[in-house]
């Protein structure tokens, strides 16, 4: 594996590094319409969808020119594109599985957040066990009818149109009866309720679906291949950008030594205590391991193989790191971890989530929970990656075992 960058490589990063320090925003984006804006902008240069085959509005770009791309937006600290789910996993799904009248309709609007989009997968009662889901999508003839509940669903307030999981068939085995569909969220049928995070935003939704339609072309695939084209789905969305992430924690680290440099315990610089230096040698240690482990998925990417199961092993070591990460944060900034304005000089607010929210550092801590919980739990990871990466044997659940 060649870790370094070719020659186009390096051009291409420069190119992209004048542009990001030109035209990245100086003050935060506070309304929707700006960062819509600004994702136009981007789109506009050619730094949305760039996976994307180009006769659907992408730019057919390598896997290294995007990682240069994530890493130049981490490094000046850009606000992110809007529609992040629309990009990142409805999008490539309708590429794998979709009919080509639904990749002209949908996939241009998805890239330039003419339509914004969200992910109906999660309910009440089926999360990691997400076969187990209720909502029923029913043959009406000339189009489905689904009624049911989804939680959690991100960006749900927002949204245009919903990538849905439903059940056609409770006669069969869970994971056989599941159909992919795509819905619309604007229709008198959907219901979307906020829901108020430990954060204080309101990200979240919950989705009450009563009689709601969908039309018989916004099936995704066959009939009863929905949790099939969930694990691709799931796939990307574990996968990740790790890259930009370890670019996005370095400087947030480098934030950290600054601040254990100006505060000072018992009239000495934090910095000269033996355990704080620990610490952060040990997370600086970790963050190289990132970096590696980062590196090594571009490298398979670069030989076109997919994400896969492995994608599980980098998503729980990095959502893993980043709790720790945190934690540390608050424990060497004491007080000033919570405060949302005038911190002294030489200590600045975390480049780490750059959600186009304002984080503090508290904001950065608790919103780092989220990393360990969705697209699958660490304790789920751990038995993708024993099952599936290991060919450990199954775990034993309930409903495998004999009564
Ligand atoms: C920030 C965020 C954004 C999200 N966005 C979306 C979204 O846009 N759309 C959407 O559909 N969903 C979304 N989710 C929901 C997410 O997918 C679920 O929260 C997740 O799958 C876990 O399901 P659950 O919350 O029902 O927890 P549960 O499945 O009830 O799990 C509870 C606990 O039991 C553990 N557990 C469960 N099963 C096992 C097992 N087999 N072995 C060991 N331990 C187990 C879990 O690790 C966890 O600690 C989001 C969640 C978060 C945090």
């Not at 390598?62 to 999008?91: C, F, K």
């Not at 999508?137 to 991100?154: C, L, M, N, P, Y």
């Amino acid at each position: 594996m060649d870790l370094n960058y070719s020659p186009e490589d390096l051009a291409f990063r420069d190119t992209t590094r004048r542009w990001f320090e030109a035209n990245t925003p100086r003050q935060e984006l506070k309304t929707l319409a700006e960062r819509k804006a600004w994702h136009r902008t981007l789109y506009d240069a050619g730094y949305v969808g760039m996976g994307w085959p180009r006769q659907y509005g992408g730019g057919d770009a390598t896997p290294m020119q995007q990682a240069i791309v994530a890493d130049e937006m981490a490094r000046v600290n850009a606000p992110p594109t809007v529609n992040g789910l629309g990009i990142g996993i409805v999008g490539p799904t309708i590429i794998v599985h979709g009919t080509e009248a639904q990749k002209q309709r949908y996939l241009k609007r998805i890239l330039t957040a003419d339509d914004l989009w969200c992910q109906l997968y999660s309910e009440p009662n089926a999360g990691s066990d997400l076969a187990s889901l209720k909502t029923r999508a029913d043959d009406r003839g000339d189009h489905f009818e689904v009624t049911g509940q989804k939680i959690w669903t991100s960006g749900g307030l927002i949204a245009d149109w919903g990538l849905l999981l439903a059940r056609t068939d409770s006669t069969v085995p869970k994971h056989k009866g599941i159909s992919c569909f795509l819905i619309s969220m604007r229709q008198p049928g959907v219901e979307v309720r906020p829901l108020k995070q430990i954060t204080g935003s309101a990200e979240f939704a919950e989705v009450f679906m009563t009689q709601a339609r969908v039309e018989k072309s916004d099936l995704i695939g066959r009939l009863g291949q929905g949790w099939e084209i969930a694990q691709t789905t799931l796939s990307y969305e574990r996968g990740g950008n790790s890259l930009a992430r370890v670019t996005r924690y370095t400087s947030a680290f480098h934030q950290l030594v600054g601040a254990a440099r100006t505060l000072r315990r018992g009239g000495r610089p934090l910095l000269d205590d033996p355990l704080v230096r620990s610490r952060l040698g040990r997370v600086y240690v970790e963050l190289e391991v990132q970096r590696y482990a980062a590196l090594r998925v571009l490298s398979a990417l670069t030989k076109g193989d997919g994400p896969g199961a492995a994608s599980s092993i980098t998503k729980l070591s990095y959502s893993e790191f980043e709790k720790r990460f945190n934690e540390l944060a608050l424990e060497v900034l004491g007080p000033y971890g919570q405060t949302t304005s005038g911190l002294p000089e030489g200590l600045s607010f975390p480049v780490v989530a750059s959600s186009g929210h304002g984080e503090t550092w508290a904001y950065s801590f608790l919103w780092s929970r989220a990393g360990t919980i969705y697209a699958a739990s660490s304790e789920v990871q751990k038995n993708v990656i024993g099952e599936r990466v290991l060919g450990l044997p199954k775990e034993p659940r309930a409903d495998r075992v004999k009564a």
